[in-house]
């Protein structure tokens, strides 16, 4: 994100402190259940952004929080505690780049996994303006599934998800992010009663092998 695109979004924006240090968070996502930290978007000095990162990282961490206002304008009364969840320890990614025409410095932080590939069962879905939601979440899913999981599926995999808590929506600014911990099991005989009532159909191609899964026989 650019200086220009910041200071348009001023009244969006919050401060990230942690270890006596802050900067300006442009976008984060958090779990208001436990107050871990998901996702951080910041930009500030360069010293400033390693030294929160790495305060966060500590075990045990620093105390931090995420308040309402731009670094130097913040606003009392909007502190979110917030921290780095121990299950996602080991898988966090962290990329700082100079911004251009400025002494500013712009990080980048998330958990290895938000991305498709990721070997995990759980993942952690982050959209932005303008992403398809359920389409992104049934690709996650289509890499986690013994079997394929059809486009036409989307939405119904989207609100299959939401309605059973394998989907959990976080707090979250400057973009839509979802906890998502996907129950194989619970997930194929939803997808075989789904199919035998007509609310989903099979596509042509592969519906053999698809059948075969939804009745119980080997993939």
């Given at each position: 994100?650019?200086?220009?695109?910041?200071?348009?979004?001023?009244?969006?924006?919050?401060?990230?402190?942690?270890?006596?240090?802050?900067?300006?968070?442009?976008?984060?996502?958090?779990?208001?259940?436990?107050?871990?930290?998901?996702?951080?978007?910041?930009?500030?000095s360069q010293t400033a952004l390693k030294a929160i990162w790495a305060s966060l990282l500590k075990q045990p961490p620093?105390?931090?929080?995420?308040?309402?206002?731009?670094?130097?304008?913040?606003?009392?009364?909007?502190?979110?505690?917030?921290?780095?969840?121990?299950?996602?320890?080991?898988?966090?990614?962290?990329?700082?780049?100079?911004?251009?025409?400025?002494?500013?410095?712009?990080?980048?932080?998330?958990?290895?996994?938000?991305?498709?590939?990721?070997?995990?069962?759980?993942f952690l879905l982050l959209a932005r303006e303008g992403d398809d939601g359920p389409?992104?979440?049934?690709?996650?899913?289509?890499?986690?599934?013994?079997?394929?999981?059809?486009?036409?599926?989307?939405?119904?995999?989207?609100?299959?998800?939401?309605?059973?808590?394998?989907?959990?929506?976080?707090?979250?600014?400057?973009?839509?992010?979802?906890?998502?911990?996907?129950?194989?099991?619970?997930?194929?005989?939803?997808?075989?009663?789904?199919?035998?009532?007509?609310?989903?159909?099979?596509?042509?191609?592969?519906?053999?092998?698809?059948?075969?899964?939804?009745?119980?026989?080997?993939?």
């Amino acid at each position: 994100m650019g200086e220009t695109e910041i200071a348009e979004r001023a009244d969006e924006l919050w401060t990230v402190t942690a270890g006596g240090f802050s900067a300006t968070a442009d976008a984060f996502a958090r779990d208001a259940r436990d107050d871990t930290l998901w996702f951080l978007s910041m930009v500030g000095s360069q010293t400033a952004l390693k030294a929160i990162w790495a305060s966060l990282l500590k075990q045990p961490p620093d105390q931090a929080h995420v308040i309402r206002g731009a670094d130097g304008e913040a606003l009392s009364g909007g502190y979110r505690r917030c921290a780095v969840p121990h299950e996602t320890v080991g898988t966090w990614t962290t990329k700082i780049a100079k911004l251009p025409m400025s002494g500013g410095w712009h990080a980048l932080v998330y958990t290895k996994t938000a991305e498709l590939g990721f070997e995990r069962d759980s993942f952690l879905l982050l959209a932005r303006e303008g992403d398809d939601g359920p389409a992104l979440h049934r690709r996650f899913l289509d890499r986690r599934c013994p079997l394929p999981l059809h486009g036409s599926w989307s939405m119904w995999l989207w609100d299959r998800g939401l309605a059973n808590g394998e989907i959990t929506p976080l707090e979250s600014v400057g973009l839509s992010a979802y906890r998502c911990a996907p129950n194989a099991d619970r997930l194929r005989d939803d997808l075989s009663h789904a199919v035998a009532s007509g609310r989903l159909s099979l596509p042509s191609e592969g519906a053999p092998e698809q059948a075969d899964y939804l009745k119980g026989g080997a993939p």
